[in-house]
């Protein structure tokens, strides 16, 4: 560990109405606010190390302590939250992380601010987004993603009452369907697309994790006599300017089923758009780390859903090592890789069980829009040989998503892989990227002095 800084050294000045420059400098500074963020800052925090935690959302807990759960005594996301206020941590919310400007510092875009953030150990936490693929109708209105829907739900969208078609693959989909139903929702119907054979596959693989078993059984508990079909999936969505029926496809024959409500996800890809950024080496489409969490680059570790996507639990304790390794306590690390093995072998179950079947590839027609930010369509996408060149002659994935959405579905498609990323790795305010081309002004270079 560098020289010890002083503990949330920062300076802050005005240049302007919108663009007041924060500056910050960690002795760990911690990209992502979900489960593997907290713990990983909750961890080097109380090794008595100077963190800072960013997240762009208004409040930490990432995509599954969002909200309520935060707030209720004694659960996982309150006690991790407890522990980061014990010890200090400095928590930077609603700030998207951008750019780097020189090594070790890090530029995030909040509302009125741009935080600049120095740091000696560098710990990526930034989760994992759901996979959209497209088929005819998917950018009707109300068409949408499944934890798209669980997040509006969650933040006070009416559901009682709607009829809600689930689709797609993966544990993500009963686990909101039960949630929608419990706020009153009608659960037409969930068309799993993997098989039974593969989900009797991985229920089997989970007999060694009691407590999968056990949230399994509440799920199915809570979901008594919703439809739920495997080897199946939607093939079209219908309806004037809003939703009016789904059309799915089970047992070779199609139905239509009316519907309020379409909610689609194909399983979750890790954000690795910062990782990129930072030169971390990508394997198999995650971060590559080792036994420690460290990725390829020195001193930047990583955490959670980027090095696989593989549940809650095992982005706890990846995030406990990560932050335990940070500050050097190696062998306490250690300790907890047996945990990590146990969930580790559920992301692969994951993996193996709900991959993607080979005829969701022809669901788009050649008119059926692909990238929705430039409107690109099917057919003037399917004669290049790399994304690169489709990007150069159509602007897919070039939009204000930049590729978050449609890449993921030409990843399956064209089988295409992003070769690079380019800062800003998210739109931001002109007078942001002003910060990031001009480098560093006078003050900025003194408070940043040590990280050169
Ligand atoms: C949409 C969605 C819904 C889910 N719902 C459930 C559920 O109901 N039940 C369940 O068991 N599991 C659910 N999961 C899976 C669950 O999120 C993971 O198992 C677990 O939360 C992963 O924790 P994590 O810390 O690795 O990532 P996350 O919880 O995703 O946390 C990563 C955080 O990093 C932030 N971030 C990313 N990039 C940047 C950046 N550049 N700048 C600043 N911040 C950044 C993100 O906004 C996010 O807050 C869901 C996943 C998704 C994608």
Redesign the pocket.
């Given at each position: 560990m560098s020289a010890v800084v002083e503990r949330c050294a920062r300076q802050e000045w005005k240049s302007g109405p919108m663009s007041r420059e924060v500056c910050h400098q960690f002795e760990v500074l911690v990209?992502?606010?979900?489960?593997?963020?907290?713990?990983a800052a909750a961890r080097a925090a109380e090794a008595s190390a100077t963190v800072g935690i960013?997240?762009?959302?208004p409040k930490?807990?990432?995509?599954?302590?969002?909200g309520a759960d935060q707030d209720a005594a004694g659960s996982d996301a309150s006690m991790w939250l407890a522990r980061l206020k014990a010890r200090g941590v400095a928590v930077i919310c609603g700030?998207?992380?951008?750019d780097l400007p020189r090594p070790r510092v890090l530029l995030?875009e909040a509302e009125t601010a741009v935080h600049v953030l120095a740091y000696s150990k560098l710990i990526l936490?930034?989760?994992?987004?759901?996979r959209f693929l497209p088929f005819l109708g998917w950018t009707l209105q109300n068409v949408i993603?499944?934890?798209?829907l669980?997040?509006m739900v969650k933040s006070g969208l009416p559901i009682r009452g709607r009829r809600v078609v689930i689709s797609g693959t993966g544990?993500?989909l009963p686990?909101?369907a039960a949630?929608l139903r419990e706020r009153g929702a009608e659960i037409m119907v969930i068309c799993e697309q993997a098989s039974w054979t593969n989900l009797l596959g991985f229920g089997c693989s989970l007999l060694q994790q009691p407590g999968k078993i056990r949230?399994g059984l509440r799920l199915s508990r809570q979901l008594a006599g919703v439809k739920f079909l495997t080897n199946a999936w939607v093939v079209s969505a219908h309806g004037g300017t809003a939703l009016e029926y789904a059309v799915i496809r089970s047992k070779g024959e199609t139905k239509a089923i009316p519907c309020d409500y379409l909610a689609c996800?194909f399983h979750?890809v890790p954000?690795l758009?910062?990782p990129m950024l930072l030169g971390c080496r990508i394997r198999n489409g995650c971060v590559e780390v080792d036994d420690l969490q460290q990725t390829a680059v020195p001193n930047i570790l990583c955490?959670?859903?980027?090095t696989g996507?593989?549940?809650?639990?095992?982005?706890?304790v990846?995030?406990e090592i990560a932050g335990l390794a940070a500050v050097g306590r190696v062998d306490e690390a250690k300790r907890r890789f047996r945990e990590r093995a146990k969930h580790r072998a559920f992301a692969h179950a994951l993996d193996h069980a709900f991959r993607l079947r080979h005829e969701l590839s022809s669901l788009p027609s050649p008119d059926t829009v692909v990238c929705r930010c430039e409107d690109v369509r099917y057919s003037r996408l399917d004669r290049y040989a790399s994304w690169r060149s489709a990007k150069l002659h159509t602007r897919c994935g070039m939009g204000p998503c930049q590729g978050r959405v449609c890449g993921p579905a030409v990843q399956f498609l064209f089988n295409w892989n992003s070769e690079s990323v380019r800062p800003p790795?998210?739109p931001v305010r002109v007078e942001s990227l002003a910060v990031s081309a001009s480098g560093p002004r006078s003050e900025y270079a003194e408070v940043l002095g040590g990280s050169k």
């Open positions: 990209v992502g606010g979900g489960p593997a963020g907290l713990a960013v997240d762009d959302n930490l807990g990432g995509q599954i302590w969002r700030a998207s992380v951008f995030a936490a930034t989760g994992a987004r759901e993603g499944v934890g798209g669980q997040a544990p993500l686990a909101v949630h949230q996800g979750l954000n758009e910062l955490a959670g859903e980027p996507v593989g549940g809650v639990e095992l982005s706890i990846e995030g790795i998210l």
